[in-house]
């Protein structure tokens, strides 16, 4: 709430999960492993619905910047189905104003992802796994400076026709991440990252008032900025989903690399 600069907690308000079984550990708590489909906490800025707004209902409510849980991977208003959601957890910033399925969010609905970090894996270029293809490390990659991590996303509302409008649970409320090209020392892992956005561009990218094509454009242009980060290579377990523990974030052993890239020198670690 303090570091994001966020008004209203409204992280007890209910959405539709896409989850066949109930999310572990539940929405909102900490969780180290945060895959697609599952809802993450994610700031946007929106006037307040009417029985939120209480006195202010009936007059033009001023937007608030929120706290809410939304459903990872982004769920277009026209689709027929939610499950079109498990294709659209990234959009490439470079298209993302050019693509139906994102345009009229990144115009209207964007919003921030606040992060610890992000995991990437890298194939390795000597060493391979017991089915003869490159050995996969996962890395976990953080701001260097400490600062708090806020991912540019967009966010959408879905509703089951086949359900009551009223009903909060006939809404799937969706994000997906914006991606850019890796800088360098990253592009050694991926070739993609998340588009972290700095502190001083959150308002603007947050204002619902910003709605040209042009200006969007602009604030996505100007939002990569290299040298923010530092990686590490991290334990297998990341590997599967049901490893949700902070100790995920800590570093591989030395010993445990093998043809891995050093991020930082290009050295290969464990040949």
């Not at 992060?115 to 391979?128: C, D, F, L, N």
């Not at 900025?225 to 590490?232: I, K, N, T, Y």
């Not at 989903?241 to 052993?253: V, Y």
């Amino acid at each position: 709430m303090e570091a994001y600069e966020v008004v209203l907690d409204a992280t007890a308000d209910r959405s539709r999960s896409l989850l066949k079984n109930p999310q572990q550990p539940p929405p909102g708590r900490p969780d180290h492993n945060v895959a697609p489909t599952k809802q993450a906490p994610v700031v946007l800025t929106r006037p307040l619905r009417e029985a939120e707004a209480g006195e202010e209902a009936g007059a033009e409510a001023e937007p608030v910047r929120q706290l809410r849980l939304l459903t990872w991977g982004l769920v277009p208003s026209w689709a027929k189905d939610p499950s079109v959601g498990n294709r659209m957890a990234n959009a490439r910033s470079e298209t993302v104003l050019d693509k139906p399925a994102f345009a009229r969010a990144a115009t209207r609905r964007r919003c921030l992802v606040p992060v610890t970090g992000w995991y990437e894996w890298q194939a390795s270029p000597v060493a391979v796994d017991a089915r003869g293809r490159p050995r996969k490390q996962p890395f976990f990659i953080t701001r260097a400076d400490g600062a708090p991590l806020a991912l540019a996303g967009l966010y959408e509302f879905w509703r089951d026709p086949s359900s009551p409008a009223e009903d909060p649970l006939s809404w799937v409320v969706s994000f997906t991440i914006l991606t850019t090209a890796a800088e360098p020392g990253l592009d050694r892992i991926h070739d993609r990252q998340p588009l972290a956005l700095e502190p001083c561009a959150w308002a603007d990218w947050l204002d619902p008032g910003t709605t040209a094509v042009a200006d969007v454009r602009t604030m996505i242009e100007e939002a990569a900025v290299p040298g923010r980060f530092r990686a590490w290579a991290v334990g297998t377990d990341v590997n599967s989903s049901r490893s949700t523990g902070e100790h995920l974030l800590d570093p591989a052993p030395r010993s445990e690399l093998v043809g891995v890239v050093d991020p930082d020198t290009g050295e290969v670690i464990g040949v």
